[in-house]
Nanobody, 126 residues
């Protein structure tokens, strides 16, 4: 059973930065697709960025392009999300997720991911 545990959330002022971490454990074969998703209060969960681990192919949502960066430390089984130039609209619970790639790529839709962390709150406010 794949287990995911996020950390690194918190409160920051607009324009600030945070780095989220997601420790991955419990797998025999590492899921090919991993990603970060977020859910703001009263809204549906949405994809932020995904990565196809074997080929390091990434897909960023338009609203984070140029500001957020995903990386995977395979040796330490940790997924990261570096978030820069944060905006108030980035306020949400952030989740890491993992799943297979039956179509050969990693879609940005929560329904395609089988394993989820508990989430970490990110608040951007002045």
């Amino acid at each position: 059973q794949v287990q995911l545990a996020e950390s690194g959330g918190g409160s920051v002022q607009p324009g600030g930065s945070l780095r989220l971490s997601c420790a991955v454990s419990g797998y025999i074969n590492r899921p090919n697709c991993m990603g970060w998703f977020r859910q703001a209060s009263g809204k549906e969960r949405e994809g932020v960025v995904t990565i196809h681990a074997p080929i390091a192919s990434t897909h960023y949502a338009d609203f984070v392009k140029g500001r957020f960066s995903i990386s995977l430390d395979i040796a330490n089984n940790t997924l990261y999300l570096q978030m820069n130039s944060l905006k108030p609209e980035d306020t949400a619970f952030y989740y890491c997720a993992a799943g297979p790639d039956p179509r050969g790529y990693c879609p940005p839709f929560p329904r395609d991911y089988d394993y989820w962390g508990q989430g970490t709150q990110v608040t951007v406010s002045s």
